[in-house]
């Protein structure tokens, strides 16, 4: 069903052209009722002209549309030239932040007025609506506040109201790193793709396809990866024999220490 808030975005780069995109696709809202800007005028000029919706040339600008919900859609390390980019404005909206790394407290300080203020963790594969968001409210959101930050979050695939922050921690690990767990993978699986003598160019297609196809099965399929797994693990044939090498070099603790390490690290940079 047609949302009719408006949605007013700071930053106009991969992320926000992914949502306002997805958005406008899904008829959601209509392009009227969304602005952008961007540091440099560029950027929300491209994406305005592509979709129509409004731009200003500033975050105090975006004010002026009067917005039900501020999406933050700019880098973490912008956060700290945003105060004073909106000078004395008060921002009295509701206030999405999809940037790693930012905390609640740290949002809930820069948006003094905000009626309620959530943080999400998005990942790249909502760049072509195959992500995952995970987000947390500051306070205990209202009905249309929870379906208004669903429907703009689910623009970029299934999103999952986390009970704590410090899920956003766990749920960064797993699905904001876990894509780059998935593309070294790949590598590796090219890599040895032409170690055992395929051509670059065949090594390159095989991992790539396996990767994918295998990705589309696991979400299309009603069993879960073990059972996938099993399914293509003969007794003693050739997916055994390299299982049996993953178990020996110990690939699921390589695994839990990578995740570990990412959490410990979201943890830091949390704090920092
Ligand atoms: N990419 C992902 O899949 C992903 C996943 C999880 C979380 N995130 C988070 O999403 C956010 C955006 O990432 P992205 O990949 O979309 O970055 P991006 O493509 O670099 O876009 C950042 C945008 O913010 C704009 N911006 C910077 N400073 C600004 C300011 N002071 N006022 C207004 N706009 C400003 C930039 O403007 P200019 O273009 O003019 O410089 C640009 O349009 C980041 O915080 C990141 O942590 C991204």
Redesign the pocket.
Known sequence: MANKAKLAF???????TAIVSSLLRSQFFQADQIIC????D??SEKLAEATKIHRSGS?DEVLDFNPDLLVL????Q?IS??SS?LGSRKVESLVLS???GIPLDRLSSTFPDAPNIIRS????P??IGAGITGYVFANPPLSSDKLLVSDVLSSLGPALELKSEDDIDRVTAVS?SGPAYLFEFTCALEEAAKEIGLSHDLAHQFAIHTITGSAKLISESVLHPKELRNQVTSPNGTTQAALESFSSSALRKTVYKAVKAAHERSIELSNA
């Open positions: 700071i930053g106009a780069g991969k992320m926000v800007c961007s540091a440099n560029g950027t975050p859609g700019c880098k973490p912008q030239t945003l980019d999809i940037m790693a963790m998005p990942n790249t909502g760049q904001g």
